[in-house]
């Protein structure tokens, strides 16, 4: 069984850089798409990136463009999520997802991740 757990979370100031980990166990994530979506209270669950199993491919909600970037390293079975000039908007529980399909494109991304990870609080002040 697929496991993922994430890490990095925490309370910044707005402004601030914050980096999250997500580390897969129980199998190889190498031929799986990643990606993370984050959840404010009270709001939609919204994907914020998205990478593809090589790495090649990249998505960003237009809300995460220019400010968070998304890397995974397959070796290490890992995904990150480095999130920059962060906003209290930003503030949401963040999860980290795997799927089975290996791409992002537009069809992906409507639905992407058939596992997710327990999340991770991130709470960016003013």
């Known amino acids: 069984q697929l496991r993922l757990v994430e890490s990095g979370g925490g309370l910044v100031q707005a402004g601030d850089s914050l980096s999250l980990s997500c580390v897969a166990s129980?199998?190889?994530?190498?031929?799986?798409?990643m990606g993370w979506y984050r959840q404010a209270p009270g709001a939609k669950r919204e994907l914020v990136a998205g990478?593809?199993?090589?790495?090649?491919?990249?998505y960003y909600a237009d809300s995460a463009k220019g400010r968070f970037t998304i890397s995974r390293d397959n070796a290490k079975n890992a995904v990150w999520l480095q999130m920059s000039s962060l906003r209290p908007d930003d503030t949401a529980i963040y999860y980290c997802?795997?799927?089975?399909?290996?791409?992002?494109?537009?069809?992906?991304?409507?639905?992407?991740?058939?596992?997710w990870g327990q999340g991770t609080q991130v709470t960016v002040s003013s």
């Open positions: 129980g199998r190889t994530v190498s031929l799986y798409a």
């Open positions: 997802v795997a799927d089975l399909r290996s791409e992002i494109t537009p069809e992906t991304t409507r639905n992407l991740g058939d596992y």
């Open positions: 990478i593809s199993a090589s790495g090649d491919n990249t």
